[in-house]
């Protein structure tokens, strides 16, 4: 059983994810332990994936319903393909297991309605990882938010986009099994940055475009490798507007592979009635002082001496870290399941809004 103060958690699907977030930032969580992991590769895969990352002591398994039995687990992350994230976390919460659950929540409106559900069924936690929330630029930012600083937030840009990085490992080009292109994979942290900074979970009406343009044609220049087009089988790029019951609007801009030279990492630009925030060249933010535009450049990382810098925990350390510490002293994740089944029900809206060629009602 778990030691006093420890948090014995089960990692399903040992991929790329699991690999370069969810193990090294676990292994840095003081209290907490990664009793199992379970990939369908195999138990020699899992050795190998443990003697890489230097992980001790767990249990391997190839069926993850060992690791669902054993009752030392109290904590599952779900790090497989989105096709299977609903099921696993619903099989996870009804075994009795608090769940951090891999982005995108689902692949579709009614797996993620139902997530939600079982988790207020089992009253277990359920957090889906929204990792962007926790940069230190972000992180700020919704300080200032949280303040009252922007005044009332009334436009939003959220962007994610890339000239070539189309993610060529896994299942990412497969409609079956991840559900979505850029708009969901990268959308999702996109849409969820701006609804969380504008702290406004009403959207109204989406109007979407995707595209299949890129895609069919290949890129020797795609730093992950080229595609086979024929296997390319989800949206390169989509954008969208989303319009919120107050009346504030979102600017939605995606893409894995876009002929553009404004290319953007995961964040949002925020116009609100007292000041702006950009994150074009750092984090600014943008406001009128003394009759004068000012721009206020935030200094996000410590100036101190050699060796004597403080510890900063920031991006996926935090968010793995304070979901540890909502386990622990049972208070709410930062990232609450319903505020990630809006954000689906937003990107599922824009997949409609493009078919149907008509803005969407939500
Ligand atoms: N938060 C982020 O920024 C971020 C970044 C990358 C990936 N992801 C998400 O993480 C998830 C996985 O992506 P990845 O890049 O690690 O993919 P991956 O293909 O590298 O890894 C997935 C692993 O899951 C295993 N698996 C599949 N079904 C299983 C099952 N039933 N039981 C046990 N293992 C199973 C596969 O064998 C594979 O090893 C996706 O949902 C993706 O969207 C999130």
Request: hydrophobic share 35%; charged share 25%.
């Amino acid at each position: 059983m778990s030691g006093a103060g420890e948090v014995r958690v089960g990692i399903i699907g040992c991929g790329g994810i699991a690999q370069a977030k969810h193990i090294p930032n676990l292994k840095k969580k003081e209290g907490a332990v990664i009793a199992a992991l379970s990939d369908v590769r195999g138990k020699e895969y899992l050795e190998r994936v443990c003697g890489e990352l230097g992980v001790t002591g767990a249990k391997l398994c190839t069926d993850y319903w060992e690791l669902l039995a054993d009752p030392t687990i109290e904590v599952v992350h779900i790090c497989t393909p989105n096709a299977s994230h609903a099921q696993l976390t619903i099989e996870a919460l009804e075994a009795g297991k608090h769940v951090m659950c891999e982005k995108p929540m689902a692949t579709d409106l009614e797996e993620a309605k139902a997530m939600v559900e079982a988790q207020r069924r089992s009253g277990k936690k359920l957090t889906i990882c929204a990792n962007n929330r926790f940069t230190p630029a972000m992180w700020y930012l919704k300080g200032r938010c949280a303040r009252g600083e922007l005044g009332e937030i009334y436009f939003a840009k959220a962007h994610c986009v890339r000239r070539r990085g189309v993610p060529t490992w896994g299942e990412f080009l497969d409609r079956e099994k991840q559900g979505g292109g850029p708009v969901l994979d990268l959308g999702t942290h996109a849409v969820d940055l701006a609804l969380w900074m504008m702290d406004n979970y009403k959207p109204k009406k989406v109007t979407g475009k995707t595209f299949y343009k890129l895609g069919a044609q290949g890129s020797p220049a795609n730093p992950y490798g080229d595609w086979d087009p024929a296997r390319f089988t989800v949206e390169d790029s989509g954008f969208a507007m989303i319009e919120m019951e107050n009346g504030a609007v979102i600017w939605l801009e995606t893409s894995w592979a876009l002929n553009t030279r404004d290319e953007r990492p995961v964040s949002v630009t925020l116009c609100g009635t007292q000041a702006g925030a950009d994150v074009t060249e750092g984090l600014t933010i943008n406001t009128e002082r003394d009759g004068r535009l000012v721009d206020e450049k935030i200094v996000l990382e410590p100036r101190t001496i050699p060796f004597y810098e403080p510890e900063q925990v920031y991006g996926p350390q935090l968010e793995i870290s304070q979901w540890i510490d909502a386990v622990r002293e049972d208070k709410d994740p930062v990232v609450r399941p319903e505020q990630m089944y809006t954000v689906q029900r937003v990107i599922r809206a824009v997949y409609e809004s493009s078919e149907a060629g008509e803005s969407i009602s939500i």
